[in-house]
């Protein structure tokens, strides 16, 4: 009779899936059973980030759900959670990506269940996906719709390695399918799901440690429409506050930008202090022209708490290392004691690390190392100081190896707000 049962258990399942078939764009999944149910949760990421934000897309109603359903499920037997990022980016950086977002949704979990309903770390299982390309593959199918629709598809379809096909699709046509993709569809795919079976008891037949195996298709979320404001830089001021304190005033601006996932910035530095003072403005001089830039790359940050500054100033916080070059003209006088003037260029390494301190500001460290080529000429002032005389004796050229810049700068963002409006994804 139990053989009996569970055939025709299985029967009426397959009756109901042919004539309701699963809907691709179902929110939440649930699977009934006489003694279980298994349901199927995502929550979204932006873009290289692991925390959580519950003002992200449809995270605020999934988010509420979960805390429901661990708040009131009776008993919950295990809990696997699948985790994902888009296919865009190095794989190496899309692995961990989804390994951090799998952890982040295991926290997530733990620290939303009632005291009185804990259960033990273990039933939590992790299953991450460094590249989600079965959901890019449904999206396309679902909610691309272009002219070259069909050789998006079949190019998803081949059997070529994924790093061939990602540089087959950024490509195509003009870079116009994966143009969409990147707009559209890539921030459907950064996600972590999880699914939870739990068997409550109605019968005394019934074994209490029943349990469901259950396959949650790769749905794609429906395309709600969504309305939000964020904040976006589009550059930062600076200042190095050392440069300052020697009165050697000077001025930054910082333009962040984003390559396949990964995180650059380009600086232009200029220090302008142009003071001479004392008797005939030729006792003391401090003279310092100078334009320099300089192409940073920001290491892709680890987990931390989603600070509303943080997120919206990521782009311009954590660690750092870049390539620099400047030059420019100088003359330095403190009476007779020294008296040179000259030029100079430079180039080099520069490494640091920036954070921010409060609402509008960040704090940035960075040393920088590299050569630099410094012609000088000395002079000497008459003793009434009323004119500069050239000293011969005194010119020639530094050439020097070693740090070449400190710097302890205020950095402020320069941000905008958008309201952006889109359909089941960030724009």
């Given at each position: ?28 999944i ?23 934000r ?20 009776p ?51 992790l299953?991450?996906e ?14 691309y ?8 598809l079949?190019l998803?379809d ?8 990602k ?18 569809i ?6 972590a ?58 001025l930054?601006?910082?333009v962040?930008?984003?390559i396949?996932?990964?995180?650059f ?25 100078s334009?320099?830039?300089?192409l ?6 680890k ?7 943080r997120?919206?100033?990521d ?19 403190w ?21 921010p ?6 704090m ?23 004119l ?24 402020i ?15």
């Amino acid at each position: 009779m139990k053989l009996v049962r569970i055939i025709g258990t299985v029967f009426l399942l397959w009756l109901g899936s042919l004539a309701q078939p699963v809907s691709a764009s179902s929110h939440r999944i649930t699977a009934r059973t006489d003694s279980s149910e298994v349901h199927h949760f995502r929550i979204y990421y932006p873009i290289n980030k692991t925390d959580i934000r519950e003002d992200y897309m449809t995270n605020s109603h999934s988010l509420a759900v979960i805390r429901e359903y661990l708040a009131s499920s009776p008993r919950i037997d295990s809990i696997v959670i699948y985790s994902y990022a888009s296919p865009e980016g190095p794989y190496r950086f899309n692995k961990q990506l989804a390994e951090r977002r799998g952890e982040t949704a295991k926290r997530y979990i733990l620290s939303q269940v009632p005291q009185d309903r804990k259960f033990p770390e273990s039933i939590i299982h992790l299953r991450p996906e460094a590249e989600n390309w079965e959901g890019l593959r449904e999206e396309v199918f679902l909610h691309y719709h272009g002219d070259d629709r069909n050789e998006v598809l079949t190019l998803l379809d081949s059997d070529m390695p994924d790093a061939d096909k990602k540089s087959r699709l950024m490509t195509l046509n003009g870079r116009k399918p994966w143009r969409h993709i990147l707009r559209h569809i890539m921030p459907r795919l950064r996600y972590a799901t999880w699914i939870t079976v739990w068997a409550p008891v109605h019968s005394a037949q019934q074994k209490p440690d029943t349990k469901v195996a259950a396959i949650v298709p790769n749905d794609p979320l429906p395309y709600i429409p969504t309305e939000q404001t964020r904040q976006h830089t589009l550059f930062a001021l600076k200042t190095n506050l050392l440069y300052d304190l020697a009165t050697i005033v000077n001025l930054s601006a910082e333009v962040p930008f984003t390559i396949h996932g990964e995180r650059f910035s380009i600086l232009y530095q200029q220090h302008f202090p142009w003071w001479s003072w004392g008797e005939n403005d030729n006792e003391y001089c401090i003279r310092f022209l100078s334009m320099g830039g300089e192409l940073r790359w920001w290491f892709n940050p680890k987990h931390h708490a989603a600070t509303v500054s943080r997120t919206e100033r990521d782009c311009l916080a954590g660690w750092f290392a870049g390539v620099y070059g400047m030059g420019g003209k100088w003359d330095f006088q403190w009476k007779r004691d020294i008296c040179h003037q000259g030029e100079f260029w430079s180039a080099g390494l520069s490494i640091g690390y920036a954070m921010p301190v409060c609402r509008w500001a960040n704090m940035e460290f960075s040393l920088s190392a590299g050569y630099a080529s410094i012609p000088y000429r000395g002079y000497r002032p008459t003793d009434d100081y009323s004119l500069l005389v050239s000293d011969p004796d005194k010119h020639g050229t530094w050439h020097y190896i070693g740090p070449t810049k400190a710097e302890i700068s205020l950095v402020i963002p320069i941000n905008i707000s958008k309201t952006f409006k889109w359909k089941g994804g960030e724009p």
